[in-house]
């Protein structure tokens, strides 16, 4: 990939004033990223270990200390609408139905007015929640909500997609099927996805690369990239895939034992 990347990040640090104590705290330090147009990245670390602030960064939501950040070329200042979010909490309007809450992926956009309704209707589609846009959220499994929170991200048709642990809250059987499914769905859109999970295996099913992060101070430890042929769930039992997983819990057990212990910062 010789060309320029779409998301450039440089030198990041980030970090919070803690109310609580008054002392301040390192999120991240250092970080270099670069994501290239329609790359599938899958960023892989133990929690706490910043991930969630770098990709709210690259949302435009969390300002960094330091550092540059930039999505093709232009410096990031805040939210833009070739950025979208799909949040591990899911984050729909309990009181909006699916169809209004994937509606709400337009409304800060007048140029997309016309025609909303036939997006949103493909939105729909293209998550399988056909037959459900007049359900409300507390009618539906975990995995059905984190189903409108994709539609919602895919209706403005972002460039962009920046995915926070979405299936982290889905139980084990729908994680797999949405992992599948997700895997289709970006294939068949060109998205650029940025993906964040704590799952080794995840991390390897969806990444064309995967960020390796370490925590205290987050940064990044490793990028590895995944050379193996697609859908990676069908080559689990092969030997690459073995070598890869091993690779990377390597990577992060260093980590683990430490959190293990209680290791602060
Ligand atoms: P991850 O997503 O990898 O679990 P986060 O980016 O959420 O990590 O958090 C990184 C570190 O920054 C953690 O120690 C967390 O407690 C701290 N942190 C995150 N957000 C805030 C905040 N708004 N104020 C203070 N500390 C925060
Ligand atoms: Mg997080």
């Known amino acids: 990939m010789a060309n320029d990347p779409i998301i450039r990040i440089r030198d990041l640090s980030v970090r919070y004033h803690v109310a609580r104590t008054g002392a301040w705290l390192t999120a991240v330090r250092h970080v270099d990223l670069d994501v290239y147009e329609g790359e599938f990245l899958t960023v892989l670390g133990p929690s706490g270990c910043g991930k969630t602030t770098v990709l709210n960064c690259l949302a435009g939501l969390v300002a960094p200390t330091s550092g540059e950040l930039a999505v093709d070329g232009r410096p990031v200042t805040g939210p833009g609408p070739e950025r ?66 994709l539609a919602r991200a895919l209706v403005a048709d972002p460039r962009i997609l920046l995915m926070d642990e979405p299936l982290g809250a889905v139980d084990a059987l729908t994680r797999e099927v949405m992992r599948a499914e997700l895997e289709r769905i970006i294939a068949a859109t060109g998205k650029t996805v940025v993906f964040i999970t704590h799952g080794i295996d995840e991390a390897i099913q969806l990444g064309d690369r995967i960020a390796v992060f370490s925590s205290h101070p987050g940064t990044i430890k490793e990028i590895v990239p995944v050379d193996l042929p ?23 057990e260093a980590d683990a034992t430490a959190a293990a212990m209680g290791a602060t910062e």
């Open 84 to 149: 979208a979010v799909v949040f591990q909490d899911y984050a729909l309007l309990p009181w909006r139905t699916v169809t209004d809450n994937v509606r709400f992926g337009l409304e800060m956009q007048p140029r997309l007015r016309a025609g909303a309704d036939e997006r949103i209707a493909e939105a729909i589609q293209l998550v399988g929640l056909a037959g459900f846009e007049h359900s409300y959220p507390r009618e539906l499994s975990g995995g059905m909500q984190q189903r409108v929170g």
């Open 230 to 252: 697609r859908p990676r769930s069908a080559h689990a039992n092969t030997t690459a895939y073995q070598d890869l997983r091993h690779h990377l819990w390597k990577c992060l």
